[in-house]
Nanobody, 120 residues
């Protein structure tokens, strides 16, 4: 069983920054790549970024490449998403999830998400 708790969201102006955290319990986290996903109102959930178990390999959606950075601390069972140069179109509910198939097929465990709102 995996439990995920996302945090760090909030309201920020265009061009601002936020750092999201995803704290996980369960052994599967230590042996899985972890991804960030987001879902905007009226849209389907979409892939944002993924990081490998070792933290060496990462993949980003084109829409966030160069602005977002994913990282992880395996000792703390935590994954981070540093978001810079935020845009209104980044507004969404952000989730983390362990990955089933690289780079972006989730295993099926989800937390409650953390809301990011970017004002123009």
């Amino acid at each position: 069983q995996v439990q995920l708790a996302e945090s760090g969201g909030g309201l920020v102006q265009t061009g601002g920054s936020l750092r999201l955290s995803c704290a996980a319990t369960g052994r599967i986290f230590s042996s899985s790549a972890v991804g960030w996903f987001r879902q905007a109102p009226g849209k389907e959930r979409e892939f944002v970024a993924v990081i490998s178990v070792s933290g060496v390999h990462t993949v980003y959606a084109d829409s966030v490449k160069g602005r977002f950075t994913i990282s992880r601390d395996n000792a703390e069972f935590t994954t981070y998403l540093q978001m810079n140069s935020l845009k209104p179109e980044d507004t969404a509910l952000y989730y983390c999830a362990p990955i089933k198939t690289w780079p972006g097929e989730p295993l099926g465990y989800w937390g409650q998400g953390t809301q990011v709102t970017v004002s123009s």
